[in-house]
């Protein structure tokens, strides 16, 4: 392969949160890691936090909502490593308002970035992937894609809606490359985004519509993330895993 016979994954918003817990993971699966965040800093010590735990690990400038950005961050990976075999899309913005006074730059900065900014990751990867004729795309979606999670999300659960519906395009158009393309939608997760946008209030009344009765932990996606993206999974396509707590399952809890 490449990179003392490792195979590359690229992770997006992958300095913090679900991102950097994703890299861990892929990392400890035996991936040399490529972290890729607009934060530059946080992502050059978040890889030597690997380097130092003996895992191979490289970190990689990359905008999700600027093309030029985006085109240049994989231009280099393609250079510097030959290969894309596993991405990630984990990078993404969210801000709450009421509906009616909901702001269009807001809506728009939104779906440019959850789903534009998504949509060529995934086109410039599977370009690289297709070379040979191998590659895992796992895109993280949101539970507020498939249903609607509490009041002011007008924007993040339609992006989070869009980004479900590319993954299953992705799914028929790139199998014949022997290209996979899945989804996960968590739950609400400890994050900082979350512990941000989430009041006390909000948070209690989410958990209450759990069954397991309490947010997840980024390393309870990150498994879904290790999963979807080893050997095992060469059967499974265009799906949505939910990793939720039982949160979808549930529908008479009103939040």
């Known amino acids: 392969m490449t990179v003392a016979n490792k195979k590359v994954a690229v992770v997006t918003g992958g300095a913090m949160g679900i991102g950097a817990e994703a890299a861990s993971a892929l990392a400890r699966d035996g991936h040399h890691v490529v972290i890729c965040d607009i934060n530059i800093e946080e992502a050059g010590r978040f890889v030597q936090r690997l380097r130092d735990e003996g895992f191979p690990a490289d970190a990689c400038q990359l905008d999700v909502g600027a093309p030029d950005s985006v085109s240049d961050a994989f231009a280099w990976i393609e250079s510097e490593f030959g290969r894309c075999d596993v991405l990630v899309n984990s990078a993404g913005i969210a801000k709450t308002m009421a509906f009616l006074e909901f702001d269009l730059e807001v809506f728009n900065k939104t779906m440019h970035i959850n789903v534009t900014g998504t949509f060529l990751c995934c086109q410039l990867a599977a370009r690289i992937m297709r070379k040979h004729e ?121 939040i």
């Open 134 to 254: 191998f590659g895992r795309i796992i895109n993280i979606a949101s539970v507020a894609g498939m249903r609607a999670v509490g009041k002011g999300r007008t924007a993040y659960g339609t992006s989070k809606g869009a980004v479900i519906a590319l993954t299953r395009q992705m799914a028929v158009e790139l199998s014949d490359y022997g290209i996979t393309a899945n989804a996960i939608a968590p739950g609400p997760v400890d994050t900082p985004m979350t512990k941000e946008l989430h009041s006390d209030t909000f948070r209690k009344a989410y958990s209450n519509a759990i069954p397991a009765k309490r947010y997840g932990t980024t390393r309870e996606i990150a498994g879904a993330v290790s999963y979807l993206a080893s050997d095992v999974s060469s059967y499974v396509n265009g799906i949505v895993l939910p990793v939720d707590g039982g949160f979808l399952a549930w529908g008479a809890c009103d």
